[in-house]
Each structure stands twice: as structure tokens, then as C-alpha cells.
């Protein structure tokens, strides 16, 4: 026995079939579909009814070239596991999916100006209304400011001179917080596990580290270089464990922590009775280090709905063409740092 699987294919429905069940014209059915006003109640409320009987999917290309609106965003990231920017690209997703429009997303190898620009041009032929860029580096702050854009676009990323609106995490009050937590405990002075050059988080975070101190009179040691990833904490750590005189540090993200933890622990030093260590981030892993991590919590959900708004601003024509909304961080305190011991 055959099976004429094109003969039993199943249509999709179109909107005359959605007309026809409710009992009323396309265009009735267009009005309901784009919220338009003047709908009786009851009208809307068959029509909707028919959509989900159905299972009927507006065609969004249609629907495009009759209200000239798209309801997509572009996001330009670039290609990275790490936390920071891979929960920024999830918080503007979802704000975005939450206010109800569709995003496209291009990822980079390299945020330098030609690369975001032709990013920036493909999105743009792809009809969305609005681009958010993700932009971490020095580089992509850069290659944002030189944007030539049809299309409203906001920056994320901590950079504080882009000519384009910006929303960043506060990073310079953060460290200034974990700082000042530390010295508060009555630490000498806090060590710094920095983030890799060119980053303006890594930057941010140091001037903060360096401005508590300071403003203590505490003294500044020298700064360790990292590179955000628990190899580079866990290389620190081994240095700092041969150190008489460390009580406390301050990585400059959570997963270089973990690596230092490690280290300190092959090293027999007690965390926090010898050494106290304090993160940046909050990573979902963070509450279950050893000790559980005393960190700096990003909201990265905030950060999204905080951007998409800026952008729905620019689209429906609210000049913002220097406005930087910075979001507070917040500490988390657990058992990674406690009391400064007197050796």
C-alpha cells in the first residue's frame, strides 16, 4: 500500500481562513491583528478564538509592508563564552522577546570598526527597526562612535564617550564596593587580580580598586594580570600563596576566583582565615565555591530592559544623543572574606 504524503500535507492557514470561521471581513481581521482600535469586543474576541482554533501565524513580512514596522532588533555581539557578555546578549534577548518584538543576532570574531559597521549594514538590510551593539572593548566603543547608521542603535558596554546612548553596569562603584568591604574588614590593603588589557570592564574595575584604596591611604600593590579565565586566577594564586604579607584580593571576575581559591587551598592557606578573596560578577556557580564566593552581582536582566527601552525611545523619536543610563551593581556577601587575622 502507498502513502501519498502530498496529498495529506497539511495547508496553513491564511488569514481568509481566519475571516471566514469568525465570520467577518480580512480586513477586520487585520485590525485585530495589529491592535487597532474601533473593534468591537466581541468581534475581537471571535476573531481571536479563530486564530487559536487554527493555530494561525500572522506572515510577519506581510504584515511589515502594511504598518512599515518590522517589530525585529539587531543585537551585534561577538563570539565569546564568557559570562559577562553572553548574559548580556540573554537579558536584551529576552527584554527584547518581552516587549514583543523578534531579534536577529550576528556574533563577531572581532569588534573592530569595518567588521561592526558591515554588521551593522546587513541588520539594517534585514529591515530591523533598531540595533543593539554589545561592546566590552575599547575597540567596539571605538567602532561604535564611528557608526554610520538609517537606524536608531544603543550601546552596551561600559564605555563613558560613546556618541550613541549607552547602558553599562556601574564597574568603577563596583570594585570601589569590594574594596572598600575588605578594608572595612580590617585589611591592610586589598591585591588585584585584573581582567586583560582593552577591556573596559578590566579598566573600570581596576580605577576602582586603585580609587578605594587611595581614598583610604591604604597602600597599592602591585596589580597581577589576568585574563578573565581560572587558569590566569589559578597561576595568581600560586604567586600570591608564596606572599607573607597578602590577607586580601580582589579578582576582577569571579571565574579568575575560582582558580585562585584553588590555588590557595593546594597551598594550604585558609580562605578567609588566611586570605580573603572577593569576585566581580555573581556567576550562578559563585554560591557554591569553596568557600562560597563574597562577590559583586551584575544584573544583566535590568541591563536589557534598560537598553530596549533606550532603543524603543530612539524609535519613537526621543532625542537621547548622550544619554549613558549606568546600573548599580550590588555585593553579595558570603564566606570567602571575613576579618583581617594579625600575623
Known amino acids: 500500500m502507498g502513502n501519498d504524503s502530498a496529498g495529506t500535507e497539511r495547508r496553513h492557514p491564511v488569514m481568509a481562513d481566519v475571516a471566514k470561521l469568525a465570520g467577518v471581513s480580512h480586513q477586520t481581521v ?197 585574563d578573565w579565565s581560572a587558569r590566569a586566577g589559578y597561576q595568581a594564586g600560586l604567586r600570591i600563596a608564596e606572599l607573607d604579607d597578602v590577607t586580601a584580593v580582589f579578582c576582577a571576575n569571579d571565574h579568575m576566583a575560582l582558580g585562585l581559591l584553588r590555588a590557595l587551598h593546594e597551598a594550604g592557606r585558609s580562605i578567609p582565615g588566611d586570605i580573603s578573596v572577593v569576585g566581580f560578577d555573581d556567576i550562578p556557580e559563585a554560591a557554591y565555591f569553596t568557600p562560597p564566593l563574597t562577590t559583586v552581582r551584575q544584573d544583566f536582566g535590568e541591563l536589557g530592559r534598560r537598553a530596549l527601552e533606550l532603543l524603543v525611545e530612539e524609535l519613537e523619536g526621543v532625542a537621547h544623543s548622550r544619554a549613558h543610563v549606568r546600573i548599580p551593581p550590588e555585593m553579595v556577601l558570603r564566606r570567602s572574606a571575613g576579618p583581617a587575622t594579625r600575623r
Open 30 to 226: 487585520s485590525r485585530v491583528l495589529n491592535g487597532a482600535p474601533h473593534v468591537r469586543p466581541g468581534t475581537r474576541e471571535r476573531v481571536l478564538a479563530a486564530i487559536r482554533e487554527l493555530d494561525y501565524r500572522p506572515n510577519s513580512a506581510a504584515r511589515a509592508l502594511v504598518t512599515r514596522r518590522s517589530q525585529t532588533l539587531g543585537v551585534v555581539s561577538f563570539e565569546s563564552t564568557l559570562y559577562g557578555p553572553a548574559s548580556m546578549l540573554h537579558g536584551i534577548e529576552q527584554a527584547a522577546r518581552s516587549a514583543g518584538y523578534f531579534v536577529s543576532v550576528t556574533s563577531l570574531r572581532s569588534l573592530d570598526g569595518r567588521s561592526v559597521q558591515e554588521a551593522v549594514d546587513r541588520l539594517r538590510d534585514q529591515g530591523v527597526e533598531g540595533v543593539v551593539v554589545i561592546a566590552p572593548q575599547i575597540s567596539a566603543v571605538s567602532a561604535v562612535a564611528k557608526l554610520s547608521s538609517s537606524v536608531p542603535v544603543v550601546a552596551v558596554g561600559p564605555g563613558s564617550q560613546s556618541r550613541v546612548p549607552m547602558v553599562s553596569v556601574d564597574n568603577r562603584s563596583g570594585a570601589e564596593a569590594a574594596t572598600g568591604h575588605l578594608l572595612d574588614l580590617g585589611h591592610r590593603t586589598v591585591h588585584h587580580l585584573a581582567g586583560p588589557t582593552g577591556w573596559l570592564e578590566s579598566r573600570d574595575r581596576q580605577e576602582g580598586w586603585r580609587g578605594a584604596l587611595e581614598a583610604a591611604g591604604a597602600p597599592v600593590p602591585r596589580v597581577e594580570p589576568g
